[in-house]
């Protein structure tokens, strides 16, 4: 009897618990407090990026009033960063070679961090014990807390050398940064995918081994085509970080901005551009100055792309349990 009375009492609308006492359906002293401080974080982020919009605006029209937009999306000559001339027709505004340099040192850096971070996920969502996921998971999260200028000496002093050694590279190219900066990223895939593969429900599993599949077979046909939503949000934030890094490219990667597909040789990267010029001695309202904001723009366009695709392809792949 006492027990029916209590359910009798209890408040029936399930809404009651988003912002009140579940018994009596009173609000909690500081709700509207955090539920605030959570409305704020959010309003920032946009506000953030609005602003970011804002700041590139006015500097964008200016440049684009000088230079046709189709010379500087197609053209193959980049000469805004070299000798002491600042005026708009002793410049080539191809950004071609800068673009190109970003992606060769984008794609190589996936190849090595896909496999690697891929890897690393299976390990220690499938195989490894409990006790060693523990102990190995934030060593290897360690490695994204290393300063990326740092990564970036390791590439110049120890990899272009073998490389040199090896392929005959040069002091400079794309393919030592893009191999650190592979390796860079790897904790960033692992880890996501990681996450995504262990939250994948344990019923699949036990089904998989029900009907004789062995663990390499439920991880490859089961684990990961339903974490793939997961895998695929940790690559594309992976590469996301790749095509943003500076002080790797900058270092290791040169200053001339070659359009070129070969990794062996030197080419500037869109970060690399920004780098140098910036801490460099451009006046402000020289065209070179202006072209800052022109690479900037284009950047936040890149990226901008690859997360719309990447939630494209999440709410594709997303699957429910």
């Known amino acids: 009897m006492s027990s029916q009375s209590v359910t009798a009492g209890a408040p029936t609308d399930p809404g009651l618990g988003a912002g009140g006492d ?64 600042t005026s708009w027709t002793d410049k080539q505004w191809g950004v071609l070679p800068l673009v190109m340099g970003t992606l060769t040192t984008t794609v190589i850096a996936l190849a ?27 060593i290897l999260e360690v490695l994204a807390g290393v300063p990326t200028v740092v990564y970036g000496v390791i590439a110049l002093t120890l990899l272009t050398p073998v490389l040199q050694s090896v392929t005959g590279a040069q002091i400079f190219n794309n393919l030592s940064p893009g191999i650190v900066m592979g390796f860079m990223i790897v904790p960033t895939v692992a880890s996501l995918s990681e996450d995504a593969m262990s939250a994948v429900p344990r019923a699949m599993r036990e089904g998989s081994y ?84 022109a690479v900037g723009a284009l950047l936040f366009l890149m990226t901008l792309v690859i997360n719309i695709f990447s939630i494209a392809l999440v709410r594709k792949y997303r699957q429910a349990y």
């Open 210 to 293: 029900a009907l004789s599949a062995n663990r390499m077979q439920t991880t490859v046909r089961v684990v990961i085509p339903a974490a793939l939503s997961g895998i695929v949000a940790a690559i594309v934030l992976g590469m996301s970080r790749a095509v943003g890094e500076t002080m790797i490219v900058a270092i290791a990667a040169g200053s001339q901005p070659v359009f070129t597909i070969n990794p062996l040789v030197g080419a500037q990267t869109m970060t690399g551009f920004i780098a140098q010029v910036a801490s460099g001695d451009a006046p402000q309202g020289s065209p070179v100055y202006y072209s800052l904001f």
């Open 112 to 138: 090595v961090a896909v496999p690697l971070g891929l890897g690393a996920a299976t390990y220690l969502s499938e195989y490894a014990s409990e006790r060693v996921r523990r102990t190995v998971k934030p």
């Open 22 to 85: 579940l018994i009596t359906g009173r609000r909690r002293p500081g709700e509207a407090v955090i539920k605030a401080l959570l409305a704020s974080s959010a309003f920032l982020s946009v506000a953030v990026t609005v602003g970011i919009v804002i700041a590139l605006l006015t500097p964008l029209l200016t440049f684009f009033q000088n230079v046709s937009i189709v010379e500087f999306l197609t053209g193959t000559t980049w000469t805004a960063g070299f000798g002491a001339k």
